[in-house]
Structure formats: C-alpha cells, structure tokens
C-alpha cells in the first residue's frame, strides 16, 4: 500500500507546479531589481 | 525528490543566496548598511549637551559639512539648509520630545529619530536644487506642518 502511493505520487506530473513558481519566481526577482536600481539611482 | 522538484529547490535557494550576498556586500564592505548609530543622550537636556546646544551647518573638511540638527514638535532647528553640490553631508540628529522621522524624497535619506538616541546619516547630493525635508513619523496634531528644505546649489 505504502509503496502504491509512493508511485501514484511520482506520476504526477510537476510541469504545472514548476510553470507557477517560476512565474512568482520571475515577479519577486524583477521586484527586487527594481527596488535595488531605485536605491542605487538615489546614492 | 522529481527532476523538476530538485530544480526550483535549486533555483530558489540561490536567489536568496544571491540577494543576501548583495545586499551583505553593500552593507559591510560598502558602508551601505541602514542607518544605526547608537549614541545616547538624556533627552531633557539636549540644549545642555555639545553638539545640540549649537544646532547648525558647519564645515568640517574639504567639500565635507555637517548638519547638527535637533527636531521638536513640529520643526527641524536648523530650518533652511544650504549645502555645496557633491558635498558629503553628514546629518547628526536627534529629538527634543516624541519619535519622529526624517525624509528627503529623491534620495535614499530616510530615518527616524527617536528621544534619547542621537541619529546619524550621510548623503550626497549630487543634483543642484531645492529638497524637501519632513517628518515622516506621526508626530501630533501638527505633524503634516513639521517640514522645511535644504538648498543644494
């Protein structure tokens, strides 16, 4: 039983998972490029 | 662990790592670090206590100045403020009663300045003009009148 679930979970494809966190990851690296251009635009 | 499961790991974990290392350069091999000073001072008698018993602008080297400022419900002392452009202005503050802030919109200068510490900022300005200073820390009831400028020409 234990190793059925194990399988059943490895099935799952992940491309969709992979798909959204690379989008949120895209949003906080370009969030924080902008705030760290902002402040060196200041010095 | 999946393929895919291992990769954004990866690539989560080094943009933390990235961003810490960034932002770890700036602040202790580049001095960028937020302002934190920690001198006290007894907050009854900051008119007693060199340097605020002399609130000012003053030249203290080649194309170096500081301003010793004390700020109290609802004014900056000293008010109207001229400096050199590209000086190296130093700010030495701290207040006479409740927590306030100070803020120079344009520029990376913002901070509060609470009773009883003595804050400390640097900044250069390097574009000629008139800067708005204000308290960006509520106050009291005239907390939105507690501003005047600097004159960086």
Redesign the interface.
């Known amino acids: 039983m234990a190793s059925a679930k194990k399988n059943t979970h ?1 099935d799952h494809s ?2 969709g ?2 798909a959204s ?2 989008i949120v ?1 895209i949003v ?2 370009l969030m ?1 490029i902008g705030v ?1 251009s902002l ?1 060196m635009a ?2 | 662990m999946g393929k895919l499961e291992e990769t954004w790991m990866i690539v989560s974990v080094s943009i933390l790592v990235i961003f810490m290392a960034i932002v770890g350069y700036q602040t202790f091999a580049l001095g960028m670090g937020p302002p934190s000073n920690k001198d006290i001072i007894d907050p009854q008698k900051v008119d007693e206590q060199a340097p605020f018993d002399e609130p000012g602008v003053f030249e203290v080297g080649e194309n170096k100045y500081e301003v010793v400022m004390t700020l109290e419900t609802f004014a900056f002392n000293p008010g109207d403020i001229e400096v050199p452009v590209g000086a190296e202005v130093e700010f030495i503050m701290t207040s006479k009663d409740v927590s306030h802030g100070i803020q120079i919109p344009g520029t990376n200068l913002n901070a509060m300045v609470l009773p009883g510490h003595i804050q400390r900022i640097t900044q250069v300005f390097n574009e000629p003009g008139e800067y708005l200073i204000l308290c960006n820390e509520y106050c009291g009831i005239g907390h939105q009148a507690m501003f005047t400028k600097i004159t960086v020409k």
Do not use: C, E, G, L
């Open positions: 490895q992940a491309k998972t992979i966190v690379s990851a906080i690296v924080w760290f402040y200041r010095i």
